[in-house]
């Protein structure tokens, strides 16, 4: 079993990749606000916005088929880690 830091790390790795949108490595206010609102919004269109972003791997405005399987394979050994 990994340890919950791993499993952290992950998240927060996530989690800023859905608030960075312009992907320059900082979040800035606007983008805060943006990703904030995904995160608590009931609107389905902003959620699904929001989850476009973090496949969206290299941020090309696209999911590629590397992109998503990048995701995926990232998300299985989340879950992996949160199970075992």
Same mark, same amino acid.
């Given at each position: 079993? *990994? &340890?919950?830091?791993?499993?952290? $790390?992950?998240?927060?790795?996530? *989690?800023?990749? *859905?608030?960075?949108?312009?992907?320059?490595? $900082?979040?800035?206010?606007?983008?805060? *606000?943006?990703?904030?609102?995904?995160? /608590? /919004?009931?609107? #389905?269109?902003?959620?699904?916005?929001? @989850?476009?972003?973090?496949?969206?791997?290299?941020?090309?405005?696209? @999911? &590629?088929?590397?992109?998503? #399987? $990048? /995701?995926?394979?990232? &998300?299985? $050994? /989340? &879950?992996?880690?949160?199970?075992?």
């Amino acid at each position: 079993k *990994l &340890s919950e830091s791993v499993i952290q $790390k992950e998240i927060q790795s996530i *989690l800023f990749r *859905l608030f960075d949108i312009n992907r320059d490595g $900082k979040i800035d206010f606007g983008e805060f *606000l943006i990703g904030f609102h995904a995160l /608590t /919004t009931n609107h #389905l269109a902003q959620r699904a916005a929001g @989850i476009f972003h973090v496949y969206d791997v290299n941020g090309d405005g696209v @999911i &590629s088929r590397d992109d998503m #399987l $990048k /995701t995926l394979r990232r &998300s299985g $050994k /989340t &879950s992996k880690k949160i199970l075992n």
